[in-house]
Nanobody, 121 residues
Framework: QVQLVESGGGLVQAGGSLRLSCAAS????????IGWFRQAPGKEREFVAA???????LYADSAKGRFTISNDNAKNTVYLQMNSLKAEDTASYYC???????????????WGQGTQVTVSS
């Protein structure tokens, strides 16, 4: 089972930026995918963005134009650059691993512990 460790969360003012990192212990296949999800209190976990090791990516509508997902294959690490943050981006952010590029949370089999992002208005 791959191990995932997130970092980079914190408190930021609205309009600010944060970069989240997700370090994977290993890649399980050539089609390895890392996705970012978030969950606010009282809400369901929702898809944010995902990237395959080939570089193909997906974004949620809420992330398009503000968030950028990228990967560093040599470090087995995926980054989520979040710009123009809004109060509604406040949530716990999780990275997860899959073998397919998808927005469906149940297709991700390994999860990190999460990192908190708080955006003050």
């Amino acid at each position: 089972q791959v191990q995932l460790v997130e970092s980079g969360g914190g408190l930021v003012q609205a309009g600010g930026s944060l970069r989240l990192s997700c370090a994977a212990s290993r890649r399980t296949s050539s089609s390895f995918v890392i996705g970012w999800f978030r969950q606010a209190p009282g809400k369901e976990r929702e898809f944010v963005a995902a990237i395959a090791w080939s570089g193909t990516f997906l974004y949620a509508d809420s992330a398009k134009g503000r968030f950028t997902i990228s990967n560093d294959n040599a470090k087995n690490t995926v980054y989520l650059q979040m710009n123009s943050l809004k109060a509604e981006d406040t949530a716990s952010y999780y990275c997860a691993a899959s073998n397919i590029l998808t927005t469906v949370v149940t297709r991700y089999s390994a999860w990190g512990q999460g990192t908190q992002v708080t955006v003050s208005s």
